[in-house]
């Protein structure tokens, strides 16, 4: 299981950031229509994405002189905007109690060739489903603290450390060992870390 990455979650972090950029200065430009060109972008990322992804590739390649690809752009970007368009029309949304044909829609589509068309729709409509219904089941086994990101950004090289010294002998000996070794990392990350970030915001209203 060797890996000549340390971390290789950490690209998408990186991409989050240029994202949450480009949203800022798009935002900060004073163009008329902004919300209609945010739909705009969204249906072109994920055309280009599913159908043009590899001519998009070499064209840039061709440009710039160096290999370079869009998938995390693409593929990504498009659910970042599906997520930014969710909030700017949030005041139009009406989420219904239809959850479970969304589920066996989602599941469907994975089966179907452009399966990330749908899903990167779908996600989005699930989470705003989940957020917004008080599901009492995930509320009560959800801790108060976020440790979602620090089990992202500690998982794998946690893993990795897990795999190469300690050897588990199956899949849930590694689920369990992995799980004790992060939660630690995870709470950290967040009590001494995540939370002071997130207070940051008020100075910025």
């Not at 989602?106 to 705003?128: P, Y």
Request: with cysteine; charged share 10%.
């Amino acid at each position: 299981m060797g890996t000549s990455s340390i971390n290789s979650s950490l690209w998408t972090i990186s991409l989050e950031l240029k994202l949450y950029l480009a949203l800022l200065f798009f935002w900060l430009i004073r163009i008329p229509g902004k919300k209609y060109i945010l739909i705009a972008l969204l249906i072109i990322s994920i055309v280009a994405g599913q159908f043009f992804a590899i001519e998009i590739d070499e064209y840039i390649t061709r440009l710039i002189g160096k290999q370079i690809t869009t998938f995390g752009y693409l593929t990504y970007g498009s659910m970042f905007l599906a997520g930014v368009c969710c909030y700017v029309f949030r005041n139009k949304i009406t989420i219904k109690p239809y959850w479970i044909f969304l589920i066996a829609l989602l599941f469907t589509s994975i089966n179907i060739k452009n399966s990330l068309i749908t899903g990167i729709l779908l996600i989005a409509v699930l989470n705003l489903f989940v957020a917004v219904s008080r599901v009492n089941f995930l509320k009560k086994i959800t801790p108060n603290a976020d440790l979602s990101y620090g089990i992202y950004v500690f998982a794998f090289p946690v893993q990795q450390v897990v795999a190469n010294y300690l050897h588990p002998d199956n899949t849930w000996s590694f689920f369990f060992l992995v799980l004790v070794c992060i939660l630690p990392l995870a709470i950290f990350s967040w009590y001494l870390i995540e939370r002071k970030a997130l207070h940051l915001k008020k100075l910025v209203r």
